[in-house]
């Protein structure tokens, strides 16, 4: 066991952010350094974003394990992530889960896509979690209905395709707002065209961008 990435479980344990044992054992099991970039793998157990190119970043921790509590989920859900990044909250969602359920994972960056499929066949999770190259804003009609929806980028409004694809009573989780501060938004699809929405507090996450997103400058 990494020392450091224990300091740091027990620190989102302590603070309240991690709640449950499979959300514990997950983020004890994942190497967060191996989701990183060489030159940044010191920083790998700090709790903050770190850059991984292409004017991005890997979550901090503390909003992943948010997320991974929010979302609960359960044994072979379908679910889909907009925003892979290089694939730590993908693979920290899907050991949570465990191999029934699958994971389709969206990145509108090549290069961060190739990197994201490359750490997840790594550390074991190219199973179970599909990387898709594209626009997330539009959602993933292919393996849609979703019990699960999250974007680990943020959104003026939720883009209508992810409500499409949603299944009823299925949850979706999304940063909403501004491009510089956003609300972490929970919606529960509870009929067709009905919706029942939560704030979960004050939140800051890059741009969504795309078609229902933010705009490309
Ligand atoms: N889930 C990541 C992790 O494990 O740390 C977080 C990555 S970062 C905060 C958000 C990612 O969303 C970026 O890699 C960015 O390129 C991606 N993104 C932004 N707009 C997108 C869109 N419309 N479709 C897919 N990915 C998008």
Known sequence: MNDKRKALVDE???????????VKK????????QFMPPDSINQAYDDRPVHIGKGQTISA???????????????GMNLLEIGTGQGYNAAVIAEVMGKK??????????????????????TGYSDIVTVIEGDGT????????????????????????LKEQL????????PLGSEYSQDLISMVKVAEDEYQTQKLGGVIFVPMIGKHGWPEN
């Open 12 to 22: 989102l344990v302590y603070k309240g952010y991690i709640k449950s044992q499979k």
């Open 101 to 122: 359920g699958h994971i389709y994972t969206m990145e509108r960056i090549p290069e961060l896509a190739a990197k994201a499929r490359e750490n997840l066949k790594k």
């Open 138 to 161: 539009c959602g993933y009609p292919e393996k849609a209905p979703y019990d699960r929806i999250y974007g680990t980028a943020s959104a003026p409004k939720i883009p209508e395709p």
């Open 61 to 75: 921790p503390h909003m992943v394990a948010i997320i991974a509590e929010k979302l609960d989920l359960k044994e």
């Open 167 to 174: 299944k009823i009573g299925g949850k979706l989780i999304i």
């Open 26 to 33: 997950a983020m004890l099991k994942i190497p967060r350094e």
